[in-house]
């Protein structure tokens, strides 16, 4: 699998490798050591949910607030979707600027979000299959709405043939603008130490790992030394 940076910090598209035979194909959805190195922490998966959404619906734009946050790992099982991942994140450069992808069940890329980032979808087909990985439980504690039509945001949704269809509580959240007055969004620097102190953990993980490996493995050493040891006496 490839793991590419998109142009808004955090965000990242997975492309997996397929492999076809006459029976179908088979794909890693999700590697953990091809993440990790990639994007430089773990994504550890809590959660995972599948939603079934018709032509015309748009889902979102969800995020979570820190803490604690929640990171996402999206892909189309099913069908397709444009996916939009939104900054929201007050104070980053790229702080309400966009990026649209398109997943499918043809390529099977994936959409890795960081914390305090903001998504929403709209299927491209008459109906998509959408899977999403999480990183922490939903609790609905701390979630963010941000209103996938905010004019000043100008998102690129597909046409789906009429008004789009849209939860109640999405098409009542309020605009970025709104949202970043009443003080619901995260941080950028909030969420920069947040992404950094996982990475900290993360490493020191790696390292208490390897500590204990090399202590078992001296381990094995004696007790194979004392038992040669044992035989020639």
Request: with cysteine.
């Amino acid at each position: 699998m490839k793991v590419d940076a998109l142009d808004i910090d955090g965000s990242y598209l997975i492309r997996p490798t397929i492999f076809p035979d006459d029976r179908g194909l088979f794909l890693e959805v999700l590697s953990q050591p091809a993440f990790a190195e990639a994007v430089g922490r773990p994504f550890p998966v809590a959660q995972v949910n599948c939603t079934s959404t018709v032509r015309g619906t748009i889902r979102g734009l969800h995020a979570v607030a820190l803490p604690p946050g929640q990171a996402g790992y999206t892909t189309c099982v099913n069908g397709a979707v444009l996916d939009i991942v939104v900054d929201v994140r007050v104070g980053s450069p790229t702080f309400g600027r966009h990026h649209a992808v398109v997943l499918d069940d043809q390529e099977r890329h994936a959409l890795y979000l960081a914390e305090g980032l903001a998504h929403g979808f709209a299927p491209l087909t008459d109906e998509a299959t959408v899977l999403y990985l999480s990183s922490r439980l939903h609790s609905g504690t701390g979630a963010i709405g941000v209103n996938a039509l905010d004019p000043d945001l100008a998102l690129p949704w597909p046409d789906g043939g009429g008004e789009p269809r849209l939860s109640d509580k999405d098409r009542a959240a309020p605009t970025l603008r709104e949202a970043a007055r009443s003080g619901l969004l995260p941080g950028y620097a909030e969420c920069r130490r947040q992404y950094a102190l996982d990475r900290d953990a993360a490493a020191r993980r790696d390292q208490d790992g390897a500590g204990r490996r090399d202590q078992d493995a001296a381990g094995r050493r004696d007790q194979d030394g004392a038992a040669r040891r044992d035989r020639v006496g």
